[in-house]
């Protein structure tokens, strides 16, 4: 039956969700139980993507995201793909009329991963646009479940959020981006060099970032505003951990937020949701 592969494609999705991003993962819980579904749908394609880009090292990277990509845009059309990811996706976007362009603009950044090693201020901008705030979009077109009035009001705050979370991953990541893939994100800035300085002028960026979608947290539905706020509370406490560390630390090793911080995070998050905090 249909309906059966249905459920291995959104169990794929799921699954793939909580292998690879506990935090993600548990920001998708907080949210409404309907939700979680189309939320590990667009996660599951975004992850893929991800992982040519980034892993897949030995194989023809190029060829191999052309594929992806064009399989993906035939999933939509066709409303059915055998690749359990794209299947669960297609839904998502053909359920949720989510705009195609925005899906177009991920797959152009993905592609930017596979040649650009140095960013200028105009193609770091553009990558932010596709890898993050258009990933956020697509998340918010579930979010207010399709509403187009809602989602335009709401729009620059949840780029805004992708943006600082994206920025917020290459100050964590810097060391294996510039190490192992050879890339530097940070327009004019020399990784032989990175310094307090540096880091400040891309944390007060990202400061604003922070700022600004809160705003738009706060404004969300509620059967969407305590995972999204969970999500913002868990990349606040590592871009504060981040804004801690000397610049020649961040060089050499990973930030992270143990686990069980994560735990105590979502307890908190809960608690202000129940108390309509947030």
């Known amino acids: ?44 394609l975004v992850r893929f993507a991800d992982e040519i880009v980034d892993s897949f090292h030995g194989y023809d990277k190029k060829e191999l995201l052309q594929k992806f990509r064009s399989d993906t845009f035939e999933a939509i059309a066709n409303r059915i793909s055998l690749n359990p990811i794209l299947n669960e996706f297609q839904k998502v976007v053909n359920d949720y ?66 943006s600082a979370f994206q920025k917020v991953n290459f ?12 890339r530097t994100y940070f327009p004019n800035v020399d ?20 700022e600004h979608a809160l705003i738009g947290i706060k404004r969300l539905p509620r059967s969407s505003r305590n995972g999204v706020y969970l999500a913002y509370i868990y990349y606040l406490q590592l871009f504060r951990k981040i804004k801690d560390t000397p610049a ?22 809960i608690v202000q949701h129940k108390l309509n905090l947030i």
Not at 98 to 123: A, G, N, P, R, Y
Not at 194 to 205: L, P, S
Not at 259 to 265: H, M, Q, T, Y
């Open 1 to 44: 039956m249909k309906s059966l592969f249905d459920d291995l494609s959104a169990q794929c999705s799921q699954r793939t969700t909580k292998l690879y991003s506990t935090s993600f993962y548990m920001g998708i819980q907080a949210l409404d139980q309907s939700l979680h579904r189309p939320i590990h749908g667009i996660y599951g």
């Open 97 to 162: 009329r989510i705009d195609h362009s925005l899906i177009e603009t991920f797959f152009e950044s993905m592609e930017m991963d596979l040649e650009d090693k140095f960013h200028t201020v105009l193609s770091y901008k553009n990558y932010i646009l596709g890898s993050a705030e258009v990933v956020g979009l697509m998340c918010l077109k579930v979010f207010v479940e399709g509403d187009q009035h809602k989602y335009n009001d709401l729009k620059p705050y949840a780029m805004s959020l992708g």
């Open 171 to 182: 100050l964590r990541d810097i060391k294996a981006d510039y190490e192992t893939l050879g």
């Open 191 to 210: 990784m032989t060099r990175f310094n307090q300085e540096d880091k400040r002028e891309i944390e007060a960026d990202i400061s604003a970032d922070f």
């Open 248 to 269: 020649e630390k961040i060089m050499k090793t990973r930030i992270r937020i143990p686990n069980l911080s994560k735990l105590g995070l979502m307890f908190q998050t």
